[in-house]
Structure formats: C-alpha cells, structure tokens
C-alpha cells in the first residue's frame, strides 16, 4: 500500500471511532427540579430536545415545559407512549405536559414522526440535586394587600421573540411565558395584561457569570438562575407601564410591556392551530419543490442528452459550470435549506436522521463540484467532472416526498377533527332565574341546561324537567331515538328530537364521554405498537450504520478501485448517503396507527391502542352484544313486502293493492 492509502485507511479508523462515541458515547442527563412538590424541567425542541435525556423520580408528578422554537411538521407533537401523552406543540410556543411516572425505568418520547427522540429515565427514589435546586425554584413577588398570591399552573405558549414581543397566555388564571438565557433574553420584550399574576420561566442555557441573576426592581424580584436550569419568577401587576429586567450585572435587559388588554389564552383549540401550521408548510414546500425543479430540469437534462445519447445541439451555456452552478445554487442553499437545517441541528443533538444523510451527500456532491469549478487544476484532468445535477436530483425528489408525507399527515388528524365538531359551541344555560347562552367552555358542572328540539346537548348531564326523545346513535349505535324522562342520563353531543326539556350538567370539559372518545382516540394514535419498538431500535442504529459504511466505501474504492478512484470513491460514498434513507423505517408504522385509529374512529371503530391493533390479527371469533353494534344509526328502507306477488306479501297473506279507482263512500 502507498503512503496515501496508508493514511486513507488510518482516517477511516479515526473517523468510525469518533463517530461511534459521538452517537453512542454516554449523554449527560438534566435533573428536573422540584417546584411545589411538581418535578418541573424545560426542554427546547429545535431539530431535536435539549436537553434529550432527563431524570425525574418515580411517584412524583411531572411537568415538562417544550419550547418550540421550530415550524414544521416534524415537531409539530410529542408523544409519550408509556404515558398515554400525544400532545400537539405550536410553532414558537411553550406548551407544558404533565404525567405521573409510577415505576423505575427509562422510557422514550419521540415527535409525532418518530424522528426525533428523548429519553426520560425514572429513579426509584428523588435524584440528588445540587444544593441550589433543593428548595423550590420559585420567587414570588409580595403581592398587594387583599390579593391572594397566584396558585399554580400550566404554562401556556408565547410569542416568537424573534419577531416582536413575546405575549404571555392565561392558564388557569395565571400569565405564562418561557424566557431563553443565552447571550440575552429571548424574547427580550414581553406583553402582559394588569392585574393578572405572570409567571416567566427563565430557561438558562448558559453558564456565564453575567446571567446567573435577574432581577425586576418594579415588582420586588432578585433571584438566582442556576445554568442550564429552568427558573420561575412569580409576581403581580399592579399598574400599567413599561418595566426592565436586567441580569445582576446590569448588561443583559428585557423589558415587561404591562397594559390593559385581555391575554390571550390558553384553551384555543390545538387541533385548528395544528391544521394551519400544516397548510403553511404544505404551501412553503410546494413553492420550494416547484423552484426546485424548474432551475434543476434544464441541468439534469443537459447531462442526461449529452453523456447518455451524444446529442450535439445542446446550448453551450447550458454546458458551462458557471451556468450550472448558478441554477442548482439556489436549489442547495433555499429549496434544500430546510434539510439541512434539520439535518444539522440533529447532529448537533448527538442524533442523525434522514436528512443528516442528505446534508451530507449533498454536500459532498456540491462542494466537490464548487472546487472543480473555481479552481480545476487542484484536481487531475480526469476527475473534473461537476455533479450539479445529482445535488438538483436528490434535494427535488426528496421535497417531492416530504411533501407527500406532510399531505398524508394532513388527513390524520380528520377524525379528531371530526369528532370535535360533534360538540356545539354554545349551551343555554339557566343562573339566577335568567336564560343566557355561554361558551361551552364556561359551563360547569350544576348548571341547568335547556335543549330545544333539533339541538345538540352541550354536555353529559341528568334530566331534570320535560320529556323528549334523543338520538344516540353516535354513542350507542342505536337507530331508534332513546325516550327520556326526568332522571335519566344523556350525553353530550347526542341530538334531541321532538321535545324540549332541562337537565342538570354533571360532567363537563374533559369529564365528558365525548371528550373521553377524544382522548381514546389521541392515546391510541400516540401508541405504539410492540413491532415499532423493535423498528425504532434498529432506526437508532441505522443512520450511524449508513455513515460509517459510506466511509469504508469511499476506502474500498479509493484503495482498490480503478482509475479515477478518487472520483469512483467519492461517487460512492455519496451513492451510499443517499440511498440508504431511513425515513420509511422510522415513518411506515406510526403513519400506519395514526391513519388506521383515524379511519376506524370515522366509522364508529374505537381502536384501544397499537398493540390491540397489532394483535387483532389473532382474532378468529367475533363477538356482538346488540343489533345497534352493527346498524348505521339510521333506519333504511330495503324493501317492499307488501307488494303485489312477491313472496313475502303471500308468506304474510297481505292483499294486493286495490285497482283502478276507489269507491264512492
């Protein structure tokens, strides 16, 4: 072997050891903090979490605060299928999920496209903190005289700080917003409303002297943030104004906007926000895969017309590198750009997906082209070939993809969708003797509710006066409307009928049978079934796996290849990239669940989890407990029996039908 080879060989070892440390090595875990006997920790989601492994204890409640700071739909939800937890994230938002671990172990979360994942590993007992995070985490602000200090709460989302000011959401009668520490505020301007208590949440990810304080001098506030820990600061507006909050050192500033409008809040509905979020990425990766292919096909069509079938009147600036480049630049850096984006921020996390394996055959693809263009005579004459038109190729048809994955991911969330709109918006409601109609939102349990024929019942209750008929088939599969007198229970979103009556709302909100569906329903999407454990433990090999054969395929045809072996080797390697894309390993089985629970709920089909769906397969025998099982929920007409000779009107001894003309009485 030359020197050369040597050295290829010994940077191929250097390079797999390093790369197997890198995605394999251990990951420092972050201890959530205790805050008011909740064990509370922020994670940021941008091209992955951070942190991605977490350690709370068992037995003690969780809250885990995600940052979103991302568009797209890959984050666009979190799942944690031991928890029964699919919660959607809105784009440059927080959103806090809450659970109980009961039992030791470690168990996964994941995005709604199994991309992206974290680990949460549960201890039996509560982990060891520095003495700094055995006390609660909380400062709050003496509040005025006669005001009862804030309770607690979920934290709602806020505003992108990159695009004006952050606006706190009211949840549970608490303003919440998640500030960033690093190198600043993120968002450095905040809006709330006066008179509301706000919560920030200092998420510190950094460990600089000039941020490990911040105070608030209008309302009282002087507390430690510990680095790379999340910190709340509780306080009360009492009058309007513009306020500043610095860093103990004076060189880092906010500024809190207090004014007299509402806040925005936290019960919007997810679902809608989601679609839109979807619909805006649909329409930014169709306008991305249209420029994409409009400056690739020329390019691809040159190469392909002159190196395959020897055309001679192609355009000769269409053969110029110069050309070329100037057509798939734009390709790479704006039509791809969100690939590589993704694809970065994942090996920044430790993690590579599919789109780590396009960045990096893309650009090797590119780069080598870019140097046989600006300076040829580093490379021998036989290797000065450009593969601008493999750097098109590969970045379009993986657009055209991403974009037919995200229209099917659309259509899971219809039955949801679906389901939701079940429910009226609005509910009469009898207090203190006068009739009002309310949000349903504000109806609670005790309210008397009247329904008038033709209408939806808002919520599940008891009769309390009238009689009428209602239609249940939605939940009972019944076809004849059910008969209700004073006592009787009906459901929410069921229709009535003829009658008018009252009743007396006993479950409401999340108690509700309809909302109890609903939620069945998102638990069995977010569940996953025994084979996609087994996927997803070979998806984390897979990518790792890819990178490194594509290095020993650049050493195997670089060493023994023939002649240009460096351009064969590179060709390769990049060929292996490329390829080798894991998004239907990681993608098929989730997208599966998701459409199928979607589908069956449509139908009337609630599907408990994954693994029941899994395991349905099994089933030789089915059996039904009533006809309404298997009716539509409406009666049909099929047939006639009582016309004129058709066996059933002899079989019944009808008489046919009298002829001509009836009789005078």
């Known amino acids: 072997m030359s020197v050369s080879e040597i050295l290829i060989v010994a940077g191929a070892l250097a390079l797999t050891g390093l790369m197997g440390w890198f995605f394999f090595g251990p990951k420092k875990s972050r201890l959530a903090e205790m805050a008011d006997g909740v064990q509370v920790i922020a994670v940021t989601v941008k091209g992955g979490y951070s942190p991605d ?20 739909d890959c984050t666009s939800r979190v799942v944690f299928p031991d928890f029964g937890v699919n919660q959607t994230l809105p784009a440059y938002g927080t959103t806090a999920v809450e659970f109980l671990p009961k039992e030791p172990g470690e168990f996964e979360f994941a995005c709604g496209m199994n991309m992206i994942r974290g680990r949460l ?45 952050g606006t706190a959401e009211a949840s549970d009668a608490v303003q919440t917003i998640t500030v960033t520490v690093k190198d600043g505020y993120n968002p450095e301007t905040i809006q709330v409303a006066l008179g509301v208590p706000v919560r920030i949440l200092f998420d510190r990810q950094e460990s600089s002297g000039c941020s490990s304080r911040v105070l608030i001098p209008a309302f009282g506030v002087n507390q430690n943030l510990p680095a790379f820990e999340t910190t709340a600061v509780e306080f009360l507006t009492t009058e309007t104004g513009q306020f500043e909050f610095t860093c103990g050192m004076g060189m880092l500033h906010g500024r809190i906007l207090v004014g007299d409008a509402p806040v925005t809040t936290a019960a919007g509905d997810p679902a809608a926000a989601e679609e839109a979020e979807r619909k805006q990425e649909i329409a930014d990766i169709t306008r991305r895969v249209v420029i994409a292919a409009v400056l690739t096909a020329p390019v691809l069509l040159t190469v392909m017309l002159t190196q395959f079938f020897a055309v001679t009147w192609v355009p000769g600036l269409l053969l110029n590198r110069w050309t070329q480049l100037a057509l798939i630049a ?61 750097v098109g190729v590969i970045i379009t048809l993986i657009l055209i993809g991403r974009l037919l994955e995200t229209k099917a991911k659309a259509g899971t969330g219809e039955a949801i969708r679906t389901l939701i709109g079940l429910q009226p918006r609005t509910a009469r409601v009898i207090r203190d003797g006068v009739e009002l109609e309310l949000p349903i939102e504000d109806v609670v349990a005790g309210d008397v509710v009247v329904v008038r024929p033709g209408e939806k019942l808002p919520v599940d209750g008891q009769v309390s006066e009238g009689t009428s008929s209602v239609d249940e088939s939605m939940v009972t599969g019944e076809p004849i409307p059910a008969t209700k007198v004073a006592g009787d229970v009906v459901i929410g979103a069921t229709i009535n009928q003829t009658g008018s009556f009252r009743y007396v709302a006993t479950k409401v909100g999340a108690e509700t049978m309809l909302a109890q569906i609903i939620d069945l329903v998102r638990a069995a999407q977010g569940s996953k079934a025994p084979i996609q454990r087994l996927v997803d433990k070979v998806s984390s090999f897979f990518v790792p796996a890819v990178i490194a054969i594509a290095i020993w395929t650049f050493v195997i045809w670089a060493v023994v290849g023939p002649p240009p072996a460096f351009i064969f080797a590179l060709v390769a390697a990049v060929s292996v990239l490329i390829i080798a894309c894991p998004c239907a390993l990681g993608l098929a089985t989730p997208l599966s669940i998701t459409v199928g629970t979607g589908k069956g709920a449509t139908s009337g089909i609630l599907i408990r989890s994954a693994e ?25 007409r099929t047939d006639d029996p009582a016309a004129e000779g058709s066996p059933a009107a002899r079989r019944m001894g009808l008489a046919p039908p009298r002829q001509g003309p009836p009789a005078p009485p």
């Open 612 to 636: 029941a769906l899994e395991s349905a397969h099994k089933v030789n025998t089915v059996i039904l407990d009533k006809t309404g099982t298997l009716t539509k929920g409406a009666p049909a």
């Open 53 to 72: 492994v977490i350690q709370v204890a068992a037995g003690v409640p969780v809250r885990m605060v995600f940052d979103r700071q991302e568009s797209g």
């Open 330 to 390: 734009p390709v790479m850096f704006y039509a791809g750009w969100p690939i590589h984006r993704t694809g970065w921020l994942a090996l920044s996390h430790r993690t590579a997906d599919m789109n780590s394996l396009i960045t990096l055959g893309t650009i090797a693809a590119f780069g080598y082209s870019l140097v046989v263009t600006l300076a040829p005579g580093l490379l021998p004459t036989q290797v000065q070939e450009v593969y601008y038109e493999a």
């Open 121 to 165: 590993q549960v201890v039996g007992e509560s982990p060891a903190q520095p003495e700094t995070a055995q006390r609660s985490a909380v400062a709050v602000a003496d509040p005025p005289e006669g005001v009862d200090q804030p309770g607690g709460s979920v934290p709602g989302g806020r505003g992108d700080g990159a695009t004006g000011p």
